[in-house]
T-cell receptor, first 111, second 113 residues
Framework: GQSLEQPSEVTAVEGAIVQINCTYQ??????LSWYQQHDGGAPTFLSY????GLEETGRFSSFLSRSDSYGYLLLQELQMKDSASYFC????????????FGAGTRLFVKA | ETGVTQTPRHLVMGMTNKKSLKCEQH?????MYWYKQSAKKPLELMFV???????ENNSVPSRFSPECPNSSHLFLHLHTLQPEDSALYLC????????????FGPGTRLTVT
């Protein structure tokens, strides 16, 4: 079957750097996505990694290691508005593409 | 209207009621999705439509019935629901070959009494 693991909660201080890890088990792995969801809001797409390495988009970066079945989302220069839930999602091809979401990591940013 | 819209935003229904959730996307996408989001649980994929054809039904009970009349609209018909069906129901869309980048609507908060 498929499974994703990510920490349930992370707390960090404004201005700091935080890393949210995601490990996965799946067959037909194709790529790893990250989404952000504020309380009461819709999930919004942040990034997608299909190849190993680091992808940078402003203050957010996402990393993938296919050999380790592991990825992370790195948030730099944390701001209060970054307090939200962050979901990793695995895209796999098992006779058709399918994206499965993790349970999410709740990030609390403190002043 | 832009993006993905969902109506109603909030719905309270009894177990014997019949109601429908509506989703509309204005992004020109040709794949649409229904998800169930419960507290502290992963987003649960319920149904996937690609080019108006249902391509995924994740063992969802028959009291949930999807309908996709065209590539811009998606409905979820509800009947004889249970209290454990109370959750946030999210609709999303994407280009057919880019399901890794989905655009979500704001969701319908459903309470079954």
């Amino acid at each position: 079957g498929q499974s994703l693991e990510q920490p349930s909660e992370v707390t960090a201080v404004e201005g700091a750097i935080v890393q949210i890890n995601c490990t996965y088990q799946t067959s037909g792995f194709y790529g790893l996505s990250w989404y952000q969801q504020h309380d009461g809001g819709a999930p919004t797409f942040l990034s997608y990694n299909a190849l190993d390495g680091l992808e940078e988009t402003g203050r957010f970066s996402s990393f993938l290691s296919r050999s380790d079945s592991y990825g992370y989302l790195l948030l730099q220069e944390l701001q209060m508005k970054d307090s939200a839930s962050y979901f990793c999602a695995v895209r796999s091809d098992t006779g058709g593409f399918k994206t499965i979401f993790g349970a999410g990591t709740r990030l609390f940013v403190k002043a | 209207e832009t993006g993905v819209t969902q109506t109603p935003r909030h719905l309270v229904m009894g177990m014997t009621n019949k109601k429908s959730l509506k989703c509309e996307q204005h992004l020109g996408h040709n794949a649409m999705y229904w998800y169930k989001q419960s507290a502290k649980k992963p987003l649960e994929l319920m149904f996937v439509y690609s080019l108006e054809e249902r391509v995924e039904n994740n063992s969802v009970p028959s009291r949930f019935s999807p309908e996709c009349p065209n590539s811009s609209h998606l409905f979820l018909h509800l009947h004889t629901l249970q209290p454990e069906d109370s959750a946030l129901y999210l609709c999303a869309s994407s280009p057919r070959d880019s399901d890794h980048e989905q655009y979500f609507g704001p969701g319908t908060r459903l309470t079954v009494t």
